[in-house]
């Protein structure tokens, strides 16, 4: 898969305007670089095992 830098600009732009929810910038910015929202749900429990 190709890395779309135009797409990940406008993803992160659109993520840090002021009227954006900020509640949904880590998924904007996973989104941003082709990552899936599971990311944070995987992570989560994997640092609960330690």
């Not at 929810?21 to 989560?44: H, M, N, R, S, V």
């Amino acid at each position: 898969m190709a890395f779309d830098q135009t797409y990940c600009m406008g993803t992160l732009t659109a993520a840090t305007r002021q009227d954006a929810d900020t509640g949904e910038f880590i998924y904007a910015f996973l989104d941003a670089y082709g990552f899936p929202k599971a990311i944070i749900t995987w992570g989560g429990r994997g640092l609960q095992r330690c």
